[in-house]
C-alpha cells in the first residue's frame, strides 16, 4: 500500500526552539507539499517542491523553511517556532504533471502545539 | 487566481437522510475537481474527481458530485448518511497552468445525528 508517512502524529513544542517536521513518501513521486489546516481556513499551501533540493514558496512560507535532500523526503522547518503556529500540518506528494489531474496522496498530518 | 468556496462551515444531519455539500469555484475554464473527507485525527482522503465528460462523478463510500458550468459548482451528494460519515469535506480544484497545484476550499464539517 503506497505511503505518505509523517513521523510524529502529534508534536507539542517551546517556544523559540527549531522544529523540524518529517514526511517521507513510497511512491517515487517528484512532487512534495506542505500544507497547514486552520479550523475555518481549510488548507493553506505553505512550500512545496518538484525536485530534490528545488523549493517554491507557497501562500503562507513566512517562518517557515524546508529542505529536499532525497527525492523520498521532504522536512519542514519552524525556525523560531511561535505560539501561532499551532495547528495541523499536512504533508502530500504527486506524479509530476499530475497534481492537477489526479490530486494528491496525503499523510495522516502532524498537530503541532507550541507552548 | 483560481478560489474555491464552501458556504456551509458546518451541517448537521440524521442518519440516514440525503446530504448535499455545496462548492463554487472561480475560474475562466474548467478545472480539474476534487472532494477529499478527512475523519477526525486522519489526513485527506480522496473521495472523488472530475476531469471531464459525464457531468456526473460517482465515487467510493456511495458518494457522487455533480459539476454544473453554469454555476461554477460541484456539489457532492449522499442519498443515505451512515454514521461514519461524520468527518470534514474538503474541496478542492487543480489548475495544470497554474503551476500544478491544487487549491481547496475551506471544509464542511457534517455532524451526523443519530
Known amino acids: 500500500d503506497v505511503k505518505v508517512t509523517q513521523s510524529s502524529r502529534y508534536l507539542v513544542k517551546r517556544t523559540g526552539e527549531k522544529v523540524f517536521l518529517e514526511c517521507v513518501q513510497d511512491m517515487d513521486h517528484e512532487n512534495m507539499f506542505w500544507y497547514r489546516q486552520d479550523p475555518g481556513l481549510g488548507l493553506r499551501l505553505i512550500y512545496f517542491?518538484?525536485?530534490?533540493?528545488?523549493?517554491e514558496k507557497g501562500d503562507i512560507p513566512e517562518g517557515y523553511s524546508v529542505s529536499r535532500e532525497k527525492k523520498e523526503r521532504f522536512s519542514l522547518i519552524l525556525e523560531s517556532a511561535s505560539t501561532n503556529q499551532t495547528s495541523m500540518y499536512l504533508c502530500a506528494s504527486s506524479r509530476l504533471w499530475e497534481a492537477s489531474n489526479y490530486g494528491y496522496t496525503f499523510g495522516s498530518g502532524t498537530r503541532l502545539t507550541v507552548v | 487566481a483560481q478560489s474555491v468556496t464552501q458556504p456551509d462551515i458546518h451541517i448537521t444531519v440524521s442518519e440516514g437522510a440525503s446530504l448535499e455539500l455545496r462548492c463554487n469555484y472561480s475560474y475562466g475554464a474548467t478545472p480539474y475537481l476534487f472532494w477529499y473527507v478527512q475523519s477526525p485525527g486522519q489526513g485527506l482522503q480522496l473521495l472523488l474527481k472530475?476531469?471531464?465528460?459525464?457531468?456526473l462523478v460517482q465515487g467510493i463510500k456511495g458518494f457522487e458530485a455533480e459539476f454544473k458550468r453554469s454555476q461554477s459548482s460541484f456539489n457532492l451528494r449522499k442519498p443515505s448518511v451512515h454514521w461514519s460519515d461524520a468527518a470534514e469535506y474538503f474541496c478542492?480544484?487543480?489548475?495544470?497552468?497554474?503551476?500544478?497545484?491544487?487549491?481547496f476550499g475551506g471544509g464542511t464539517r457534517v455532524l451526523v445525528k443519530p
Open positions: 472530475y476531469f471531464s465528460g459525464d457531468t
Open positions: 478542492a480544484v487543480g489548475i495544470k497552468a497554474a503551476g500544478n497545484k491544487l487549491t
Open positions: 517542491s518538484y525536485d530534490v533540493k528545488m523549493k
